[in-house]
Structures are given as C-alpha cells and as structure tokens.
C-alpha cells in the first residue's frame, strides 16, 4: 500500500513492507555517515515497493523472475546505499531478505559492517541470505564471525571460506591458455651492428673513484659527517 503526502515543496511515500516515511529531504545513518535520500533514492525505493508489491503468497523465488529487467535497472543506479537503508530500516524480514539480495549483486562494501548485525536475526531466510550476500560482496572477516556463532550447517557451510588451490594446479590452469612456442637450444650468436664504433665509448670510472662515491652515501644514510 502506497499512500502520499504532497504539497508545493514537499513529498513523502509510505510502504507498508518497508514500515517508515521516506521523501527526497530524508536522510539515513549507516553506521557513523548520513546519507540524503534525493529523487533517485525515492525512485529506487518506489520501483523496490513495486516488486515486493508482486510477491505471491507462497516462498517460491521463482516470482522474481519476470522482474529481472528492473533488477537491472536498480544495478544501473547505483543503489548501494539505498537498499542498505531499506534491509536497515524495513518492518518486514521479507523486504530486508530482498534488499539485502540485490545488496550482494551490486558489489562494493557500503554498508557491510552494518548489515552483518542481522547474523544473529531469528528470521532463518534472512540469516542465509546475508551469508550469501557478505560471500558475495567477499566480507571474509564478517563470514568468519557467521562460521564461528551459526548454528544452522548449511548457512555455515555458505560461510565456510573453501581453501585456495595449490599453486601448481593454478599455474596449470594458467598455461593451457598461454600458446606455446618452440626454442632452439643452440648457444644464440651475439649480431653487432656495424654503425657501432668501439672507439667512442667512455672508459670505466676508476675503483677508487667508486668507492668514494660509496662511502659518501654510507656516511649520507648512517649520519656521519662528510
């Protein structure tokens, strides 16, 4: 449900799924930052309430797929910081589950100390899908704290950070798309060019000219007087 308050300089939207008052003036606190909302932050929210306007009564997440051209569009604008303030502020776990869902698909780290607050919700949908949002946004630090305290296996096991692969498996990988190219093992000729004058060139600073030079810059580096 979307009701409006409107006048000449101002107006606010109200969504039942988000459960606060926003307009373009509103600002929002992520963590020690505030954030002014502004039309495209408005426009971001609304096409939000949209989508969770289509929700079916039943858990299948197969109901986002006809939407996938405005997920596409909310990507496109940049919408960190807006769907952080709605998986912050929003009533409804539903509503945070599905802010914090596009969260992870639009990379950056907004936002991540802020959410990873939810680790420890009842709501176990929204516990698993910030695990796959933080994995996504590559917030290691955040998913150790989720391995150490989750009791759910599964959300841990999509906290548990898997092991690199050995180096000689990865240099392997890397050489099948490197072209090989074939060398003779004879000792290769040195070609100088005729143009080269022998004759011309500056003959070597002498040693003792060197090591005064050496000394100088140790004296330089250890403080000693010059």
Known sequence: METQNSNL?????????????????????????????????????????????????????????????????????????????????????????????????????????ALSAFSGSEHRSLRKQLAQCLKKLGAWSELRNIEETEHDPQIRRIAMQSAPRPASARRTDFLKHVPRQTFSRSQPRLFVSPEVDWLQGKPAKPRSFIRAVLERIHRLVTGWKV
């Not at 992520?30 to 932050?41: A, E, Q, V």
């Not at 802010?99 to 936002?111: K, S, T, V």
Request: positive net charge; aromatic residues 16%; glycine residues 10%.
């Open 9 to 113: 300089f101002r107006r606010e939207y109200y969504f039942q799924p988000f459960g606060f008052v926003f307009g373009r003036n509103s600002r929002f606190e992520i963590g020690n930052r505030k954030y002014r909302l502004g039309w495209r932050g408005v426009r971001i929210l609304r096409l939000l309430a949209a989508i969770e306007s289509h929700r079916p009564p039943t858990n299948s997440i197969c109901w986002l797929l006809p939407f996938r051209g405005w997920f596409r569009v909310l990507e496109r604008n940049q919408p960190r910081v807006f769907l952080t303030i709605v998986a912050l502020h929003a009533k409804d776990h539903r509503m945070r589950c599905l802010a914090i869902w596009i969260r992870g698909r639009c990379g950056g780290n907004i936002g991540i100390r």
